[in-house]
């Protein structure tokens, strides 16, 4: 399992008792974006394309407790932006992890080795490293050469100090399967505690709209990546979300499983779209129209969605919904080799190159252009 037993058991008994509580609608994770600055400007990120004076605010830490108290999740999620550039990002996790919430603090790893000492190793803390495939394909996906070592050095950093890491991994169209299974290996070796992977969301406001996967490609290149998964290979996912990606298994998108939260407020209806902002997770709740979202809704938003902040939920809470969930996910998690003649035929056909549309964009000084903006403003 690539998780601590504690944080299983803790995830496990809190949906049965939501669930005993009858209640219809709740979440799993808090995403918790306590600013959308970043170091890099990824091709295919969504989040940082806002004005100077959107990108210079910052959740403070009260704040950031507040958010997550209402919602009553066990676990956060810290996105942004690049929450190492919060000046107050110790405080926050610190505050966290007091309160036993276990936290996904997700970062580019540019800044992890020099701020590695603000924080202490816990069972609660976790870095999720974002990291997008091996070195060529990585520095490409985010625009930014060295990116990958830089990052690696932040990992095995992290690791020998005693914390735990995972990564986080957005795979697009033109991923060359072969190479993401040997991306597996390295991080495998490398010592991460396990990997996520997931389908790019097709940002409307992303400067690279072309690589984006349609659900068809994606279950196809899932299918070709995590079937005949080696023994070493640990996944830090909900298994059932995993079969949703190979095409094993339909659900529904749970849309408020993992709520967002920022300086803006709690984001309708999910991670992803801003169709308005509630002040509270209440309201956030009561007065979002459901039924507009998730892709059996017709949304054309949804379409194509299958990221894991709208059917991660979905994998957990089928999961402990019933007995049958629960026997599948062991079957899943301790016999399922994945087996698939057709999945290995797949990894021999031809990748067209993924690197034929960008050049490799240096964007290193775009937060002192922030500053800057923000200093003559
Ligand atoms: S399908 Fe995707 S974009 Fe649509 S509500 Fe669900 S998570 Fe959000």
Known sequence: MAVPVSQAWTVATYVLKQKIKGRKRFPLVTMLEPLFRCNLACAGCGKIQYPAHILKQELSPEECFRAVEESGTPMVSIPGGEPL??????????????????????TNALLLKEKLHLFKPSKYLSFSVHLDGQREHH???????????????????????GFRVTTNTTLFDGADPNSVRAFFDELME??????????????????????FLG??????????????????????ASPMYMEFLMGKREFACTPWGMPA??????????????????DTFQELIDTTDWSN????????????CMVHSGYEASGVYYTFGSLHGLIDTAMAVFFDKYEDR????????????????NPLIQIETKVNVVEQQGTTA
């Open 261 to 278: 939260y920022s300086v803006f407020g709690w984001q309708k209806p999910c991670y992803l779209l801003q169709d308005g902002y509630a």
């Open 190 to 211: 490398v010592g991460v505690e396990g990997m996520m992977v997931a389908p790019g969301y097709t940002y409307e406001k992303a400067p690279d709209q072309k690589h």
């Open 85 to 106: 550039l919060h000046p107050q990002i110790d405080k926050i996790v610190e505050g966290l992890v007091a309160r036993k919430k276990y936290v996904y603090m997700c």
């Open 215 to 236: 659900r068809a490609r994606s279950r196809r290149l899932f299918r070709s990546i995590l079937s005949n998964r080696k023994k070493t290979w640990k996944f830090n």
């Open 342 to 357: 057709g999945a290995l035929d797949l990894l021999n056909e031809p990748v067209k190159p993924v690197h034929s549309f």
């Open 139 to 161: 520095d490409f996906s985010v625009c930014r050469e060295g990116g990958y070592d830089i990052a690696l050095e932040g990992i095995k950093a992290a690791i020998a100090a």
């Open 293 to 304: 979202y998730g892709t059996e809704s017709g949304n054309p938003k949804c379409a194509n």
